[in-house]
């Protein structure tokens, strides 16, 4: 199949020989004064040039697709998939008025010549070529010469007459190119537009022939039809087309593929790698004794004392006092005017004319009785929290290397054995194939999974499996979800269990009066408070955020006064008292009351407000639960209560608390899982280290193979990428079309894989077509260095080192610059799926052998195992890749670059350090 350009081509200048019928356009500015230079396109072509002027693109790209169903539905009109089922017909007329088609004649003679050049091989002789043309072009246009004309003079006038010739063949080339354009615009007439393609490649030898008025050498025959790219009219493509399914790195063109390749030579001796000298009877003797010792310890544990005291103490005291009193008066009175008096001592006696006497005797008995009771009751309530963390965990591992070295020296002379490193020397050579389509990418570490699957362990590697490269978590950390499957997968166990996200604690204390209840004897105004302080213990690691309160209290009966309401005084009632609590927790305080069944009620006493009727028992018990509070901000260690109750005889506070785990408590256990998890991943390294130094194996070093191997693997990753990329997939997760079921319903042990019909039926085209479509034999890439990969693996990638240079540069590429072509004749399909993401120009199923796409088996075995064979050989060169193997110097002597290239002659450098030769 002939290449085709659905647009406007960027020709790369990398052409090793500029050739002018590398391209084909498709619009002239020749011909007629009074054509148009849009002659090379018909009525369709110009609707296109309307339609790219409209500014949406997605209402170009629908415009246009709409003008190129309608355009190729018309038979009478275009070149479409009726007019070439069964070839052309020459005698071609409208329906309507029987008019012959405009230049039917010539477009079958075109299909003519391309069926006869199949038979040629594309490749028919000058005068085998011009003599079919005369014979051709005299039967389908009218020839103004005699009939025994010789061909040359037929062809100088029908052909080489460059105004005649477009008068002839203008009609037939505009039809052609409206109908490509058409078939370029829908998806589903990829072949078709295949089929027009080389119709106009075949036009366009014609074309050629009549430019260049001299006969075609069978090479220039087969460039035309082969290596000529078509070009597509701009505008108004590529505005018209939708936009491209597949984006590439550069816009895919046509140029000249150059290709390096590269094969070994031989091997031959570096730079000194070491150097080692044994005297004269001296024997030398090297053993490696390495001992990694690390010793963790960590406590763990925890105690938590909780002691409570309570006392209670009653005295009673009685007491009994008795007073008797006996007194006796004598008054003795005279009444008179005359009176004396006198003083005896201590009595005095008066004395008057007058004389009377009194005699009075008074008696007093006074008796007091106490009583006293005195309760005192003390509650003391102490918490202790002690957290001591103790892990005890000591890990020695020493390895001593058995391998042992010894040079015995029992002669005269000093031995000296000169160790140096060894390099491959490669031989490049650059292979030129012409006009090739090329696809580029730019792919991100292309050796990542190649590394991985080459630093697994082999399954002899003993019982101890290798750890990851990296001691690494998830992104979302450690969390309670996951630790157990990161214990499973570094093999720690003994890791603490994750604390709940939330817990409840509570505490309940009762209240009492420390007095006695008052008698319904006794009239008081109000009732004592009673209260207690109490502290609720936070367990470590979390904190108090909510609290629920739950009161309980009975109420006290007795004789009470209380205030009128509507007047200035009060009145004595037996009744039960109002009871009122308030209780303090963290930095909440909830108040709670008992009217009775008033609700209304805001008195002292609990009433219904009539004189008949008395509040009961249970209507004066206070039972409340308060509203989930939130406690701001969370309280750690101990929740302070206060509780005080008036009113009541003794009352019943329960706490409640919700409690969340601290950050802090997380960041710990966080801490103390990856201590462990980090510890058994040291001890697994460990293990492992020794048990291949035990085995002998070095460590960390890939699964190598033979380099022609490794560039097989290089290949196929790099095909992975590319294909990865033109699907559009990202994962890329192949086309699995493989049922994996029991033998047996009995069993599912063992599992038998099926076909999945459908699946496979289903993704056969695309497969095969990703697969034929590119030119893989000639892929070429370029590595870049590590540093354009991810930063964290720069480490990894920097200081690889492998037997194979062109591995270990693969491996440790960051990126990689690749370049795959399209395998000839197949540029038009790669196109279709580069624009519409379709295999096989949009057909339904792989192609069959009659169609041009078709690749047998057998050229695809050649393809994998040998370079295309039109490739032209060019320039070689010869590099020397540095590798990780050592050889033993054969002589004693300080070696000299026997490669060096450098200051040649006339440019040898003015002092020289090295002796002759070096």
């Known amino acids: 199949m002939p290449e085709l350009y659905s647009f406007s081509a960027v020709r790369s200048p990398r052409r090793a020989e500029p050739d002018s019928d590398a391209t084909m356009p498709t619009v002239w500015d020749e011909g007629p004064a009074e054509d148009s230079r849009h002659w090379g396109g018909g009525s369709f072509l110009e609707q296109l040039i309307e339609a790219a002027a409209i500014g949406d693109a997605n209402e170009r790209a629908t415009t246009a697709q709409s003008l190129a169903e309608s355009y190729l539905s018309n038979d009478e009109q275009a070149v479409n998939e009726n007019a070439l089922a069964h070839g052309l017909d020459p005698y071609g007329a409208f329906s309507e008025s029987g008019a012959p088609l405009p230049a039917q004649p010539v477009l079958a003679l075109i299909g003519r010549l391309d069926r006869w050049l199949v038979t040629c091989d594309h490749r028919p002789e000058a005068d085998h070529l011009d003599a079919w043309l005369a014979r051709e072009t005299r039967a389908a246009i009218r020839v103004d010469v005699p009939p025994d004309a010789p061909d040359s003079e037929v062809l100088a006038w029908a052909l080489e007459d460059r105004q005649r010739f477009a008068y002839s063949f203008s009609a037939a080339w505009m039809r052609i190119v409206d109908s490509i354009a058409a078939a370029l615009l829908i998806p589903t007439r990829g072949e078709l537009a295949q089929r027009l393609t080389r119709l106009m490649l075949v036009l366009g030898l014609v074309e050629r022939r009549s430019a260049l008025q001299q006969p075609l050498s069978p090479e220039k025959t087969f460039r035309l039809l082969a290596r000529r790219v078509l070009l597509m009219p701009d505008p108004p493509f590529p505005r018209v087309l939708p936009e491209p399914q597949v984006k590439l790195v550069r816009r895919a063109c046509v140029s000249d593929l150059f290709v390096i390749r590269q094969e070994w030579r031989c091997y031959v001796a570096g730079e000194i790698a070491d150097i080692r000298n044994v005297l004269a009877h001296e024997s030398h003797l090297q053993r490696l004794t390495r001992v990694d010792e690390r010793e963790n310890t960590e406590l763990s544990a925890a105690d938590v004392t909780s002691v409570t005291e309570t006392s209670s103490e009653t005295s009673e005291e009685s007491s009994f006092r008795e007073e008797t009193r006996r007194q006796m008066d004598l008054a003795l009175r005279a009444d008179g005017q005359v009176d004396a008096s006198g003083q005896y001592g201590p009595t005095k006696l008066d004395v008057s004319a007058g004389f009377s006497a009194d005699f009075s005797l008074e008696e007093a008995t006074t008796r007091a009785t106490d009583v006293t009771k005195r309760a005192v009751a003390r509650a003391a309530t102490r918490i202790e929290s002690r957290t001591r963390t103790e892990r005890v965990q000591r890990s020695l591992t020493r390895v001593t290397d058995v391998a042992r070295h010894e040079i015995d020296n029992t002669g005269d002379e000093h031995v000296r054995g000169i160790y140096r490193w060894v390099n491959r020397v490669d031989r490049f050579q650059i292979w030129r194939y012409p006009d090739r389509l090329q696809l580029e990418f730019e792919i991100p570490e292309p050796g990542r999974f190649l590394l991985t699957q080459l630093s697994r362990p082999q399954d002899d590697q003993g019982t101890v499996p290798q750890p990851p490269d990296r001691f690494e978590l998830p992104l979302e950390g450690i969390t309670p979800d996951n630790y157990l499957q990161l214990a499973a997968k570094f093999g720690a166990t003994g890791l603490p269990e994750p604390m709940e996200a939330s817990i409840g604690v509570s505490q309940s204390f009762t209240i009492r009066s420390p007095e006695p209840l008052p008698s319904n004897s006794t009239t008081l105004w109000n009732a004592n408070s009673i209260g207690e302080r109490q502290e609720l213990a936070i367990p ?57 069944p008033d609700a209304a009620n805001t008195n002292t006493i609990q009433s219904t407000g009539t004189s008949s009727s008395h509040p009961q028992y249970l209507d004066a018990h206070l039972h409340h639960t308060t509203p989930v509070s939130a406690l701001t901000p969370p309280v750690s260690v101990k929740l302070p209560i206060a509780a005080t109750l008036t009113g009541a005889a003794s009352g019943t506070v329960t706490v409640e608390a919700t409690c969340a785990v601290t950050e802090q408590a997380r960041a710990a256990w966080r801490q103390d899982v990856y201590d462990g998890l980090r510890t058994a991943y040291d001890l697994w390294v460990r293990e492992w280290r020794a048990e291949q130094a035990r085995s002998g194996k070095a460590i960390g070093a890939l699964a190598e193979r033979s380099p022609v191997r490794h560039d097989e693997m290089i290949r196929a990753e790099l095909r992975r990428h590319v294909v990865s990329w033109l699907l559009g997939e990202s994962p890329f997760q192949g086309r699995p079309a493989v049922r994996v079921q029991p033998s047996s319903a009995d069993t599912t042990d063992d599992i038998t894989p099926d076909i999945d019909i459908a699946a496979a039926l289903a993704t056969a085209p695309e497969i095969q077509f990703l697969e034929q479509c590119l030119e893989w034999s000639n892929l070429s890439w370029v590595c870049y260095p590590y540093y354009w990969a991810d930063r964290d693996r720069w480490a990894r990638l920097s200081d690889l080192e492998t037997v194979d240079p062109q591995l270990g540069q693969f491996l440790r590429s960051g990126s990689a610059r690749v370049v795959v072509p399209v395998r000839p004749g197949f540029s038009a399909a790669v196109k279709h799926w580069l624009l519409y993401r379709q295999p096989w ?23 994998q195992l040998m370079p295309p064979a039109d490739g032209i050989p060019g320039e070689s060169w010869e590099v020397a890749l540095p590798t990780s193997l050592q050889w033993l110097d054969s002589g004693s002597d300080l070696p000299a670059n026997a490669m060096a290239r450098l200051g040649a002659a006339p440019h040898e450098p003015t002092v020289k350090i090295c002796p002759d030769g070096g």
């Open 841 to 863: 120009l949009g057909a339904s199923c792989a192609p069959v052998p009659d169609n041009p796409l078709y690749v047998s088996i057998a050229q695809e075995i050649r393809d």
């Open 540 to 596: 470590a690691g979390y904190a108090a955020t909510q609290v629920i309160v739950k009161i309980d209290a009975t109420p006290i009966h007795g004789w009470w006064r209380r205030e009128y309401s509507s007047s200035v005084g009060w009145e004595d009632l037996e009744r039960f008292h109002t009871i009122t609590g308030s209780v303090a927790v963290g930095d909440q305080l909830f108040f709670v009351q008992q009217p009775g």
